[in-house]
């Protein structure tokens, strides 16, 4: 069974740095992509970065680009979002999700993880 | 700038059937965006219906059916129950990343 593990919020002033975990099992980590996705409270969904299996491919959303860098260990069957120079606006539950191996869309999603960018 | 376009609600009957569908501004959706479809209830995570279009994900009930309709990825609940009553969010991948629609909040009533 596919589980995705997320870790790492909290609440963080603005400005300031976290980093985001997700350890994954239940599959081979090394053969698929995987995607953060976050969900501001009472809002929809919105895809943040995605890496392919091997690095190679590196996605962003604009209003994140620059600022948070997603990084995977496949040793380690885990991935990881380091967020920097927070804004409130990044306030939302963010989602570690698995993607299928023919489309890169999502399959399998975390519990997710609340970050809360207050001061 | 793109933008991905779905009902923001929609009502419907127990027993009933609707189509939900999602569009995009600056073109026709087709496969080439393998449009997948998700089910979100409060407070959960969301969870995979359909995926390139038309296939259903594991354990998902065949009353869940995807197509193309015209110019948009359509998602169609067939024998709605109770229960369907969710939030609704379609996703079409592009070079680029991905791109997902603000969602439809369907109520059964």
């Known amino acids: 069974e596919v589980q995705l593990v997320e870790s790492g919020g909290g609440l963080v002033q603005p400005g300031r740095s976290l980093r985001l975990s997700c350890a994954a099992s239940?599959?081979?980590?090394?053969?698929?992509?995987m995607h953060w996705v976050r969900q501001a409270p009472g809002k929809g969904l919105e895809w943040v970065s995605g890496i392919s299996w091997n690095r190679d491919i590196i996605g962003y959303a604009d209003s994140v680009k620059g600022r948070f860098t997603i990084s995977r260990d496949n040793a380690k069957n885990s991935l990881y979002l380091q967020m920097n120079s927070l804004r409130t606006e990044d306030t939302a539950f963010y989602y570690c999700?698995?993607?299928?191996?023919?489309?890169?869309?999502?399959?399998?999603w975390g519990q997710g993880t609340l970050v809360t960018v207050s001061s | 700038q793109t933008v991905v376009t779905q009902e923001p609600s929609f009502s419907v009957s127990p027993g009933g059937t609707v189509t939900l569908t999602c569009g995009l501004s600056?073109?026709?959706?087709?496969?080439?965006?393998?449009p997948s479809w998700y089910q979100q209830t409060p407070g959960q995570a969301p969870r995979t219906l359909i995926y390139s279009t038309n296939t259903r994900s594991s354990g998902v009930p065949d009353r869940f059916s995807g197509s193309i309709l015209g110019n948009k990825a359509a998602l169609t609940i067939t024998g709605v129950q109770a229960d369907d009553e969710s939030d609704y969010y379609c996703v079409l991948y592009m070079g680029s990343g991905l791109w997902f629609g603000g969602g439809t909040k369907l109520t059964v009533l």
């Open positions: 239940g599959f081979t980590f090394d053969d698929y992509a």
């Open positions: 600056s073109d026709s959706v087709s496969t080439r965006y393998y």
């Open positions: 999700a698995k993607a299928f191996l023919n489309n890169n869309c999502p399959s399998s």
